[in-house]
């Protein structure tokens, strides 16, 4: 009778260790930089004062209590799509059941952006943090200064190189490694408090209120700042489906909450007895000789920080593959054993490429800061409106009772993001350029996918009849299976046509399939596949999937084994069709999308490797579509 519950608590706490390590990794190495861009800020700095020292840290507090811990802990992470989280699933949880129209278009525009911007954040969280990492050197000796850039690049590279063997091997060191790393913000920042305990009155909500209202301007600017330290709020509910919504909770309560406050507590107390302690407020609470090897310590962290949004970006990217708003790319699995653990070579060189020139370009982590905040809050802010549709479409909650929940996250959230577009020429500039780019690429290919369709299935044949004309011969049937992808089961594939044109012969086995993805994360096996005969000896198989299932098409028509209709993958052939796009000047879309959109579809991955289909076992048709 104890095995399982032994059993269930030995699983209970090899989540929450991972998760320790996956989820917290960004807002855990938020203290590196957070206190420091409040105080130090090169345009709008808060002066060092008792008073505003106690207010900004109220501020801090109260910031984590109500954002993180009120609105993602207990509130957001109740808005799972089947247990997965993230902004592509919640979207697909609000668009869920509402009929086309004006409103569901903007559902999907908010979503997109947000995904979009998701990807500015996924750039600048590496390059800040491991940059402002490693400027810790300079606390060492002043002479690191000129190498700061250059081990910061090397560290990035090596990171990225790494992807892809997958993070299977070096996962299981995540957890430990942040469980130090916490442990030392602890030990830190309590020594430091233990010099100026006074320093815990701001814990009184009142100090943060009264610095507002006594400095407005630089209160209202510092804002811009604070918010960094609830940078990776998103990955809690990004990272619900791996781990689940009670690990994640209870890590963030009982450890990863109580050890930021400590150590920006702690970095507070050093304020106080030595203003001149912010030239670095978080290397400077260790003692002269622990400061290189928190350096390593925190290198480590902030590569962790690093991996955990490097991987949600390639996961989002799946998400967006699947639910058609983004065009195929090659997706490596590095694990054999763990679904979602996945490579993408293209976006993986794209994101260094970025981070490279974000390094480079701006040149430290507090140049850097200032473009971190926009991304965040805008994502944050889209989530709030995303989670009203939710609570009021599939909770059933009252307009009253949502709004009640809502307004004031979205007040908070309005106020981060205002602060924040103040310095959008001081670099805020690139997350929303990078996001505006990601969005145009998203609503492109789906527009343009659409567009596509339309124009196929104005030439396509109806199937029943085509079937019926058959049983009056003409056609000779050959052995053999041939299996051939269509997105309108309706109609005949253009390949079929065009086979049949060339090689005037028709297979004894015809399958056409039809590939479905669902707005859940996953769809279950007994689902996977549902076959229909159609007479003639042909078949009709939809393969249906989840956003987050990881498509194997040999694999799913095993199952159609149950149903009397087997394959033999040496005897049947796949015909895909290759359709080159001539653009041309249109009323559906503009003439640069329409040229976007053909750049795309030409440099896609082939459906053959994305559906893992055996390239030996393929034949493909081409065909050219007037756009």
Same mark, same amino acid.
């Given at each position: 009778? !104890?095995?399982?519950?032994?059993?269930?608590?030995?699983?209970?706490?090899?989540?929450?260790?991972?998760?320790?390590?996956?989820?917290?990794?960004?807002?855990?190495?938020?203290?590196?930089?957070?206190?420091?861009?409040?105080? &130090?800020?090169?345009?709008?700095?808060?002066?060092?004062?008792?008073?505003?020292?106690?207010?900004?840290?109220?501020?801090?507090?109260?910031?984590?209590?109500?954002?993180?811990?009120?609105?993602?802990?207990?509130?957001?992470?109740?808005?799972?799509?089947?247990?997965?989280?993230?902004?592509?699933?919640?979207?697909?949880?609000?668009?869920?059941?509402?009929?086309?129209?004006?409103?569901? !278009?903007?559902?999907?525009?908010?979503?997109?952006?947000?995904?979009?911007?998701?990807?500015?954040?996924?750039?600048?969280?590496?390059?800040?943090?491991?940059?402002?990492?490693?400027?810790?050197?300079?606390? @060492?000796?002043?002479?690191?200064?000129?190498?700061?850039?250059?081990?910061?690049? @090397?560290?990035?590279?090596?990171?990225?190189?790494?992807?892809?063997?997958?993070?299977?091997?070096?996962?299981?060191?995540?957890?430990?490694?942040?469980?130090?790393?916490?442990?030392?913000?602890?030990?830190?920042?309590?020594?430091?408090?233990?010099?100026?305990?006074?320093?815990?009155?701001?814990?009184?909500?009142?100090?943060?209120?009264?610095?507002?209202?006594?400095?407005?301007?630089?209160?209202?600017?510092?804002?811009?700042?604070?918010?960094?330290?609830?940078?990776?709020?998103?990955?809690?509910?990004?990272?619900?489906?791996?781990?689940?919504?009670?690990?994640?909770?209870?890590?963030?309560?009982?450890?990863?909450?109580?050890?930021?406050?400590?150590?920006?507590?702690?970095?507070?107390?050093?304020?106080?007895?030595?203003?001149?302690?912010?030239?670095?407020?978080?290397?400077?609470?260790?003692? *002269?000789?622990?400061?290189?090897?928190?350096?390593?310590? +925190?290198?480590?962290?902030?590569?962790?920080?690093?991996?955990?949004?490097?991987?949600?970006?390639?996961?989002?990217?799946?998400?967006?593959?699947?639910?058609?708003?983004?065009?195929?790319?090659?997706?490596?699995?590095? +694990?054999?054993?763990?679904?979602?653990?996945?490579?993408?070579?293209?976006? !993986?060189?794209?994101?260094?490429?970025?981070?490279?020139?974000?390094?480079?370009?701006?040149?430290?982590?507090?140049?850097?800061?200032?473009?971190?905040?926009?991304?965040?809050? &805008?994502?944050?802010?889209?989530?709030?409106?995303?989670?009203?549709?939710?609570?009021?479409?599939?909770?059933?909650?009252?307009?009253?009772?949502?709004?009640?929940?809502?307004?004031?996250?979205?007040?908070?959230?309005?106020?981060?993001?205002?602060?924040?577009?103040?310095?959008?020429?001081?670099?805020?500039?690139?997350?929303?350029?990078?996001? =505006?780019?990601?969005?145009?690429?998203?609503?492109?290919?789906?527009? *343009?996918?659409?567009?596509?369709?339309?124009?196929?299935?104005?030439?396509?044949? =109806?199937?029943?009849?085509?079937?019926?004309?058959?049983?009056?011969?003409?056609?000779?049937?050959?052995? *053999?299976?041939?299996?051939?992808?269509?997105?309108?089961?309706?109609?005949?594939?253009?390949?079929?046509?065009?086979?049949?044109?060339?090689?005037?012969?028709?297979?004894?086995?015809?399958?056409?399939?039809?590939?479905?993805?669902?707005? @859940?994360?996953?769809?279950?096996?007994?689902?996977?596949?549902?076959?229909?005969?159609?007479?003639?000896?042909?078949?009709?198989?939809?393969?249906?999937? *989840?956003?987050?299932?990881?498509?194997?098409?040999?694999?799913?028509?095993?199952?159609?084994?149950?149903?009397?209709?087997?394959?033999?993958?040496?005897?049947?052939?796949?015909?895909?069709?290759?359709?080159?796009?001539?653009?041309?000047?249109?009323?559906?879309?503009?003439?640069?999308?329409?040229?976007?959109?053909?750049?795309?579809?030409?440099?896609?991955?082939?459906?053959?490797?994305?559906?893992?289909?055996?390239? !030996?076992?393929?034949?493909?048709?081409? +065909?050219?579509? @007037?756009?």
């Amino acid at each position: 009778m !104890n095995q399982p519950a032994s059993s269930g608590k030995t699983r209970f706490a090899s989540l929450a260790l991972a998760a320790l390590g996956v989820v917290y990794g960004d807002i855990g190495t938020s203290p590196l930089y957070a206190l420091k861009e409040v105080f &130090g800020n090169a345009h709008h700095p808060v002066p060092i004062s008792p008073d505003n020292v106690l207010g900004i840290l109220s501020l801090v507090t109260w910031a984590l209590m109500i954002v993180i811990t009120g609105k993602y802990v207990s509130f957001v992470m109740r808005a799972d799509n089947r247990g997965e989280g993230g902004i592509m699933a919640l979207m697909a949880l609000a668009l869920r059941d509402m009929p086309a129209g004006k409103g569901r !278009n903007i559902l999907v525009m908010l979503g997109l952006f947000g995904a979009a911007l998701f990807y500015g954040d996924g750039v600048i969280t590496p390059a800040v943090s491991v940059l402002s990492a490693v400027e810790g050197l300079e606390i @060492v000796t002043p002479a690191f200064k000129p190498y700061v850039i250059p081990i910061a690049l @090397v560290v990035l590279v090596f990171l990225f190189l790494l992807q892809r063997h997958g993070t299977a091997s070096v996962g299981k060191l995540f957890g430990p490694v942040m469980m130090l790393w916490f442990a030392v913000l602890c030990a830190l920042g309590f020594a430091s408090i233990a010099n100026e305990p006074g320093v815990l009155r701001a814990l009184n909500p009142a100090w943060g209120g009264a610095f507002l209202a006594a400095h407005p301007g630089i209160g209202f600017f510092s804002l811009g700042a604070v918010v960094l330290v609830l940078t990776g709020g998103e990955a809690l509910y990004a990272d619900m489906g791996h781990f689940g919504r009670v690990p994640i909770q209870v890590v963030w309560c009982g450890l990863v909450l109580p050890a930021l406050l400590v150590n920006y507590y702690g970095q507070g107390a050093l304020l106080l007895a030595d203003p001149s302690a912010i030239e670095n407020p978080f290397y400077l609470l260790a003692p *002269g000789w622990a400061t290189l090897p928190l350096v390593l310590l +925190s290198t480590a962290a902030t590569i962790i920080a690093s991996q955990a949004v490097i991987s949600g970006a390639f996961s989002m990217t799946l998400q967006a593959m699947q639910l058609g708003y983004s065009p195929r790319f090659e997706v490596r699995h590095t +694990s054999e054993r763990e679904i979602g653990q996945i490579y993408l070579p293209a976006i !993986n060189w794209l994101l260094l490429a970025a981070v490279i020139a974000l390094v480079i370009g701006f040149g430290s982590s507090s140049n850097l800061a200032a473009a971190y905040g926009i991304a965040v809050t &805008g994502t944050m802010l889209i989530t709030n409106l995303l989670a009203f549709v939710v609570a009021r479409r599939q909770w059933g909650w009252s307009r009253a009772l949502a709004l009640s929940c809502i307004v004031p996250f979205v007040l908070i959230d309005v106020a981060f993001f205002s602060a924040n577009s103040t310095k959008i020429f001081d670099g805020g500039w690139f997350p929303l350029a990078f996001g =505006a780019l990601v969005f145009t690429v998203l609503t492109t290919w789906k527009r *343009g996918r659409e567009v596509l369709h339309e124009k196929l299935g104005q030439e396509s044949i =109806a199937l029943a009849p085509f079937i019926d004309s058959l049983a009056l011969g003409g056609a000779t049937r050959v052995p *053999g299976t041939a299996v051939f992808l269509t997105g309108r089961p309706e109609g005949v594939p253009r390949s079929l046509l065009h086979s049949l044109k060339h090689y005037k012969v028709l297979h004894e086995r015809m399958v056409l399939v039809t590939i479905r993805i669902f707005d @859940v994360p996953h769809v279950p096996e007994i689902d996977r596949v549902e076959v229909k005969p159609l007479g003639q000896d042909f078949w009709l198989v939809t393969v249906q999937y *989840g956003f987050k299932d990881e498509p194997d098409l040999p694999e799913a028509l095993t199952h159609c084994a149950e149903v009397g209709l087997d394959f033999d993958m040496m005897d049947t052939s796949f015909f895909l069709g290759r359709e080159t796009l001539i653009p041309r000047f249109g009323k559906e879309m503009a003439y640069w999308r329409v040229l976007l959109f053909a750049a795309m579809f030409r440099n896609a991955t082939s459906i053959t490797a994305f559906f893992r289909v055996p390239s !030996n076992r393929v034949v493909e048709l081409g +065909s050219q579509v @007037v756009l």
